[in-house]
């Protein structure tokens, strides 16, 4: 429940960057873009498959075994695992998400 409440407010709020850009600009394709890398943006960080990246990065080129996924059902059920922190994630997120911030403020901004 705590996640459909985290992506609905990220909905509003990206709602509320597409009608700002769209006053600013008076661009309907900047507010498409928007609305496009807002989407984006939000479906990388609230809605992976958790039970996927819980792994070893080496074995991220290969399909979820249902005793993996049970696994990770077990270790999880008493702590909330989206408050970890993995190093190679964070630095990939970061990458991804400052180029794509780079490039939308370029195209708004123009």
């Not at 709602?15 to 850009?21: D, Y």
């Not at 080496?58 to 970890?84: D, H, K, L, Q």
């Not at 190093?87 to 794509?100: D, H, K, N």
């Amino acid at each position: 429940m705590a996640e459909d409440a985290a992506l609905k407010s990220s909905l509003v709020f990206l709602a509320a960057a597409v009608v700002l850009v769209g006053i600013s600009t008076h661009s309907f394709k900047k507010m498409a873009v928007t609305y496009l890398v807002g989407v984006f943006a939000i479906a990388g960080i609230l809605l992976p498959d958790w039970c996927f990246f819980d792994r070893n990065f080496s074995r991220w080129i290969s399909p979820v075994t249902e005793e993996e996924r049970e696994s990770y059902r077990i270790s999880t059920a008493s702590r909330n695992p989206r408050f970890r922190i993995y190093p190679i994630r964070l630095v990939v997120y970061a990458i991804v998400y400052s180029v794509a911030l780079y490039k939308w403020w370029k195209f708004v901004s123009t």
